[in-house]
């Protein structure tokens, strides 16, 4: 059975699983997605009731034998997406797929020689597919911890990294007010942008706004410095307009206080609905005495993802450029 196939039969699975247990308990789809998906990963229907039961083991058991992660992100990808159109939020965008592969590729790139397994940090998993399409592109295992404040994306992180047999720690909570862990290899994370609500909590950081709410970017950027080792890289979807905004003068003191820009990639306008919610791709390294940083960071603006050759000599400049600043 060819990919494209496999995946279109996985997301088929999940979807009527869902609809079914979506009329059933009157909820909205997403949050049956969920349950549909916990069921699927431990092969037990019967939470569903007797009737809906016996299909859904039937409808199990259609499912190809052998599939790549990969294939089942896929699948799962676009049912969060569906649900994601009937309930839309801010705060629930799911990172562009081709955006997600390449950030993992540059994840590979930079930890390529770091010794034994990998510990990754992402502090608004969200949905969960950066972080599954993260480990999916890795040479090597890794172990990822993230958190995520809303409990039904978190469910649905859960599902995502059950069914691609991920080994990960997801925890419920808001990063900026909670602490993760320290010493993680790096922080790789689609940042939520806005502002954060909480004064108080906002209070405890160097980039805390004097006379307004704080940006959450701004705070989860602070707080991701505090969590990666002497080092270690943050791999960072960020606003465009991130060092141009009212409150960059206190985030640029703070990182140059703590860290080094490596690298700005800006990614194709095409991908964004409007100019002003464009992003890039930001790299920083937390300082590290005996490390000595790029005389100059990488500038780029990111051809289409459409353009194979364009795109192919964009990652080839890149991969030279780490292996020289970063590894040389």
Not at 37 to 66: C, I, N, V, W
């Amino acid at each position: 059975m060819q990919e494209s196939t496999k995946t279109e039969a996985y997301f088929q699975v999940l979807d009527q699983g869902a609809e079914k247990i979506r009329s059933i308990e009157d909820n909205l789809y997403i949050e049956a997605l969920g349950t549909m998906g916990e069921m699927l990963f431990q092969r037990d229907f019967t939470p569903a009731g007797e009737d809906l039961r016996l299909e859904l083991e039937q409808s199990a058991a259609s499912l190809p034998k052998e599939m790549h992660r990969e294939e089942v992100r896929r699948a799962i990808q676009l049912a969060v997406l569906k649900g994601m159109k009937e309930a839309v939020q801010p705060h629930h965008a799911m990172t562009p797929d081709a955006v997600a592969l390449f950030m993992g590729y540059l994840t590979n790139l930079l930890l390529k020689k770091e010794e034994g397994k990998p510990v990754l940090l992402d502090p608004a998993v969200g949905s969960g597919n950066l972080m599954t399409a993260v480990l999916n592109q890795l040479s090597e295992d890794a172990h990822f911890v993230a958190a995520e404040p809303d409990e039904t994306l978190l469910k649905l992180a859960f599902m995502n990294a059950n069914l691609q047999e991920h080994e990960v720690d997801l925890f419920h909570q808001d990063s900026v007010a909670s602490p993760l862990l320290d010493h993680a290899d790096a922080v790789v994370c689609d940042l939520p942008a806005g502002y954060y609500p909480d004064d108080e909590t906002a209070a405890g950081f160097k980039v805390k706004a004097k006379d307004e709410k704080t940006y959450v970017h701004h705070l989860l950027i602070e707080r991701s410095i505090r969590h990666v080792k002497e080092g270690g890289f943050l791999i960072l979807l960020v606003p465009n307009q991130l060092f141009q905004s009212d409150q960059s003068a206190g985030l640029q003191e703070m990182i140059r206080e703590q860290a080094h820009i490596y690298a700005v990639l800006q990614l194709p306008e095409t991908m964004f609905k409007t100019r002003s919610s464009g992003k890039s791709m930001l790299i920083l390294r937390k300082k590290k005495d005996g490390i000595i940083p790029p005389s100059q960071a990488l500038l780029a603006e990111m051809p289409s993802f459409t353009k194979e050759a364009a795109l192919a000599d964009m990652m080839k400049r890149i991969s030279g450029w780490i292996e020289e600043n970063v590894h040389g």
